[in-house]
């Protein structure tokens, strides 16, 4: 097969702002930025998505700074009252539960049981057996 006479056209050049020239030969590679406000101010890229809206920041130098409508504002103030509010409730919470399964699962049958035993014991019954058996030394046995 024959090539054609004309050479491919060279591909088109997408303008370059001085921050883009700035950037690394790594940077480029890993991840080319488009930016969108060349003529206007700092340049913009599209850093990424998050929840399917997309982030827009802006690169000066190795610093990214990212739009702040979509960052929400650091908790700066009472930080250990909302932890501290946390974690009491859930350590009230789990003392309660473990309180209730003790109650539940140890006590309780343990009080049935001496209950049932002592039901039907006989002291006198049970002394005379002892006694016969030779336990004690005040009751000598018969």
Not at 49 to 68: C, E, H, K, L, P
Not at 111 to 125: G, I, S, T, V
Request: aromatic share 10%; with cysteine; proline share 8%.
């Amino acid at each position: 097969m024959l090539r054609s006479a004309r050479p491919a056209a060279p591909r088109p050049r997408l303008p370059q702002c001085a921050q883009q020239r700035r950037l690394s030969r790594a940077a480029r590679r890993s991840e080319e930025p488009v930016c969108r406000a060349c003529a206007v101010g700092a340049p913009q890229w599209v850093l990424g998505s998050r929840d399917g809206r997309t982030v827009v920041g802006s690169r000066r130098g190795d610093r990214i700074t990212m739009s702040s409508a979509l960052l929400p504002k650091p908790q700066m103030r009472r930080l250990l009252a909302r932890r501290m509010k946390f974690h009491l409730f859930g350590a009230f919470f789990v003392s309660v539960g473990c309180a209730a399964l003790y109650k539940f699962g140890v006590a309780e049958p343990r009080k049935r049981a001496y209950a049932e035993f002592y039901k039907n014991y006989d002291p006198m019954k049970d002394f005379e057996a002892m006694r016969a058996a030779g336990v004690f030394e005040s009751a000598q046995p018969k």
